[in-house]
């Protein structure tokens, strides 16, 4: 049973360009949570979602969206990249019916935005 | 202001000590997580508590709900503990979001 699966583990890109990150949840879970963890600090959350659509989110700009698709993957989008978008982004599955009192972390993107 | 305070931020020890870790919050909560993270980012979640004690092999999570706080004990510590150990709780009332602490960063030495 393969866990949280993020892709890619490692992007470089230059200020203004767009990247898109991806995750695919664990086996049976239908919510999909981003986060943003900047060097040295806690996690950040950016947006949740579930049944393909955004249910919460966080206290990050428009640049920030995301997409989920039928079978429960999902995508973070940012554009206009800053050099302070630099950070680790973690996705984060879980049941919707459980909440996220069992939240399965994946490995991780790192982003460094020169 | 963050939500969620951990202390210390960084912890160096002997291997075979006894080490805590502490957690206080500010909100109400519905959940407290500890969780561990290597280098490289990965994160792995350690424990879930709303309310008394968890043990699991040489780690013990505790939490006081009356008084918002929580530790990590780690006994008889080891190198392959070294990693960062993050506090995460869940807010009453704010659906399935989560605040994080900032992370304790543990280094044990042999």
């Known amino acids: 049973d393969a866990g949280v699966t993020q892709s890619p583990t490692h992007l470089i890109k230059t200020r203004g360009q767009q990247v898109t990150l991806r995750c695919s949840p664990k086996s049976g879970h239908d919510t999909v949570s981003w986060y943003q963890q900047a060097l040295g600090q806690g996690p950040q959350f950016i947006f949740q979602?579930?049944?393909?659509?955004?249910?919460q989110r966080g206290n990050f700009p428009d640049r920030f969206s995301g997409h989920q698709f039928p079978n429960y993957s999902s995508e973070l989008n940012v554009n206009a990249l800053l050099l302070g978008d630099s950070a680790l982004y973690l996705c984060a599955s879980s049941l919707f019916e459980t909440g996220a009192r069992e939240q399965y972390f994946g490995p991780g993107t790192r982003l460094t935005v020169t | 202001k963050n939500e969620v305070e951990q202390s210390p931020q960084n912890l160096t020890a002997q291997e075979g000590e006894f080490i805590t870790i502490n957690c206080s919050y500010s909100?109400?909560?519905?959940?407290l997580h500890w969780l561990q993270q290597h280098p490289g980012g990965g994160i792995v979640s350690l424990f879930m508590l709303s309310s008394g004690k968890k043990k699991h092999g040489r780690l013990i999570a505790t939490i006081n709900i009356q008084e918002k706080h929580s530790s990590l004990h780690i006994t008889a510590s080891h190198p392959r503990d070294s990693a960062v150990y993050i506090c995460?709780?869940?807010?009453?009332?704010?659906?399935?979001?989560?605040?994080f602490g900032t992370g304790t960063s543990l280094t044990v030495i042999p």
């Open positions: 979602y579930y049944e393909e659509e955004e249910r």
């Open positions: 995460a709780v869940r807010p009453m009332n704010t659906g399935n979001q989560f605040y």
């Open positions: 909100v109400g909560i519905s959940a």
